[in-house]
């Protein structure tokens, strides 16, 4: 019983807030305040050099968990001058009650951007703009009311992208490398700015790679001169992924076809294809000793591989059978397990975070030697 417990308190610490389910609502929630944002004001952004309210430097320790259960230390260290820049969007989590959100990051926006995007400074100056995301109420309501598409306009968010894109460009870049990095909303808002603003333009000199993840329509025909990355010192590279457990049954939201064209997966632990482990960063179980860290980083405990099968081609996450945690990683995932066929979408950067970090410090190598 006691396991149980432990078990159920950790599935619902991990899960972040855009895991909560859809609910419905009779009428379309208001749009908002929208207006044009001027990303030379520092409050306009979350974090960037300079600008930081402790969204991207609180504690981000963590605990190295091995298989057989031993604990090793984990600090974060941020570089002290990284050669790089990345530029992350972040996903559809804010509370607000309206379709859009404000420019106020609230609790949950600052969570999604220190769980996914602050751990990147290990490698890499960051750069988060604010924008008027796409909130989970307008989701929400949104899946309540399928086939309405009036309250779906990524114009509005894809607006600001390009405005933080283009002031990030004239007054920080100066000529550095940039990784492009977005999950769920974020995904969907910079596969369109490398389309329109980036494929085959001469700002793509600069792309060390992009990090797509939870994208639904991504194919190897995306782009027209942004290949999918196959090693991890290729830079000028997209990768891209949706998260499902190995064995999953039932429909998948993510991971199919586009126009006939096949779906896109690259597996940030194994990019030359198969299998490789994945390096997570979850948040620690809620029993665990208030003095630890608040992440755990489990060794060797999951495996992931891109799949392809008549859905589309997915990353399948596999619990390795032998480790003292499989069972409690297993029943966590389970839980956290989307409803609708999205599989594990909340975790996708989580998942394999350390894989990304040590995919960026080699292309971040690569890309200074090209362009010394």
């Not at 809620?286 to 392809?308: K, N, R």
Request: aromatic content about 8%; some cysteine; proline content about 9%.
């Amino acid at each position: 019983m006691r396991l149980t417990i432990a078990l159920a308190l950790w599935a619902s610490l991990l899960a972040p807030a855009s895991a909560q389910g859809p609910a419905n609502g009779r009428a379309m929630p208001p749009r908002g305040d929208i207006f044009p944002v001027n990303y030379s004001i520092p409050e306009n952004w979350i974090c960037r050099p300079g600008v930081d309210d402790g969204t991207c430097s609180t504690n981000l320790d963590a605990i190295a968990v091995d298989a057989k259960g031993e604990r090793t230390p984990a600090p974060f260290v941020a570089a002290a001058d990284p050669k790089i820049d990345c530029f992350y969007v972040y996903p559809t989590t804010s509370n607000d009650p309206t379709l859009y959100s404000d420019l106020k990051p609230d609790a949950a926006e600052r969570r999604a951007v220190h769980g996914q995007a602050a751990r990147l400074r290990e490698k890499c100056r960051l750069f988060v703009p604010v924008y008027h995301s796409f909130t989970m109420t307008a989701l929400r309501w949104s899946m309540a009311h399928p086939g309405d598409d009036k309250a779906i306009d990524f114009d509005v968010p894809y607006a600001d992208i390009v405005a933080a894109w283009r002031s990030y460009l004239a007054h920080d870049n100066k000529g550095r490398g940039v990784v492009l990095i977005g999950h769920s909303q974020g995904a969907i808002l910079l596969k369109r700015l490398i389309a329109e603003k980036i494929d085959g333009k001469p700002v793509q000199k600069l792309l060390v790679a992009a990090y797509l993840a939870g994208n639904r329509d991504l194919s190897a025909k995306s782009f027209k001169a942004i290949p999918p990355c196959a090693a991890a010192d290729q830079t000028g590279c997209l990768i891209a992924w949706s998260s499902y457990r190995d064995g999953q049954p039932g429909e998948r939201f993510f991971g199919g076809t586009n126009a006939g064209e096949p779906p896109l997966c690259v597996n940030p632990a194994a990019l030359a294809g198969g299998s490789g482990l994945a390096k997570p960063y979850l948040s620690k179980p809620a029993l665990s000793a208030p003095s630890d860290p608040p992440y755990v980083e489990p060794l060797g405990q999951m495996s992931a591989q891109c799949v392809t099968d008549d859905k589309g081609a997915v990353l399948r996450i596999h619990i390795e059978p032998n480790g003292k945690f499989a069972g409690l990683l297993a029943y966590a995932l389970n839980q956290l397990a989307l409803p609708g066929g999205w599989g594990l979408h909340a975790l996708d950067i989580s998942l394999v975070q350390g894989n990304i970090v040590d995919l960026l410090g080699a292309q971040s190598a690569a890309w200074v030697k090209a362009h010394p």
